[in-house]
């Protein structure tokens, strides 16, 4: 089975800090996804990365910015932590081979900025 | 653009009646489109997807879905609910404008089974 770790399950920084969220997928999967999910809003696609080094802005890219040095793990940065970030953090995966898009999630991360 | 809309909030049913919860798509190309799952304080689990074939799919957990191009719907159902299987769904599409395997997802419909 595909496994998508975060480093942290909650998470309680101040505002104005600087956040780093991690993500590890074991399955070699050259793709992976960073969202927030907020209510009556869904999952918005932050960043993604298609290939080690390799990012893509999403939907929602302001105040973050993202890492990929290794093809297991992308990291979300938030430079300077606003309480408008508070908010549930979800990683993904999915194999660029596949053809099919299914995409394996983490257990998210509860962000919240005070 | 690619875009689901899940028209309902949140769906009340009672264990062991029939389910649906309800999604509609706009696309350009063929429709890849997919159901996941989120129980409390989880990540999303994938329930099911339809790319080809056979208009009714079936899932995880007993769920099905039913594509239907004229209507643009791919609605999720269960012949008999429980109430485990209260949680949060979600429907996705794929977003075809792209070279990337990105999802984009609805809003979320949460479904509260009654015993």
């Known amino acids: 089975d595909v496994k998508v770790t975060q480093s942290s399950r909650y998470l309680v920084k101040r505002t104005g800090e600087k956040v780093f969220l991690e993500c590890v997928q074991d399955?070699?999967?050259?793709?992976m996804f960073w969202y927030r999910q907020d209510p009556g809003l869904g999952l918005r696609l932050i960043y993604f990365s298609y290939d080690v080094k390799m990012k893509e802005k999403g939907d929602i890219p302001e105040g973050y910015s993202v890492s990929r040095e290794k093809k297991e793990r992308f990291s979300l940065i938030l430079e300077s932590a606003s309480t408008n970030q508070t908010s549930m953090y979800l990683c993904?995966?999915?194999?660029?081979?596949?053809?099919?898009?299914?995409?394996?999630f983490g257990p998210g991360t509860r962000l919240t900025v005070t | 653009a690619q875009s689901v809309a899940q028209p309902e909030d949140q769906v009340n049913v009672a264990e062991g009646n029939p389910l649906t919860v309800k999604c509609t798509y706009s696309v350009s190309g063929n429709p890849y489109l997919f159901w996941y799952v989120q129980y409390p304080n989880r990540g999303l689990q994938f329930l099911l997807k339809y790319i080809t074939g056979d208009n009714l799919v079936k899932g995880s957990y007993g769920f099905e879905a039913e594509f239907n191009k004229s209507q643009t719907s791919f609605h999720l159902k269960k012949p008999s609910a429980l109430v485990s299987d209260s949680a949060l769904y979600f429907c996705?599409?794929?977003?075809?404008?792209?070279?990337?395997?990105?999802?984009?997802f609805g809003t979320g419909t949460r479904l509260l089974v009654s015993p």
């Open positions: 996705a599409v794929r977003d075809s404008n792209t070279g990337f395997q990105k999802l984009v």
């Open positions: 993904a995966s999915t194999s660029a081979g596949s053809g099919t898009y299914e995409q394996y």
């Open positions: 399955m070699d999967h050259e793709n």
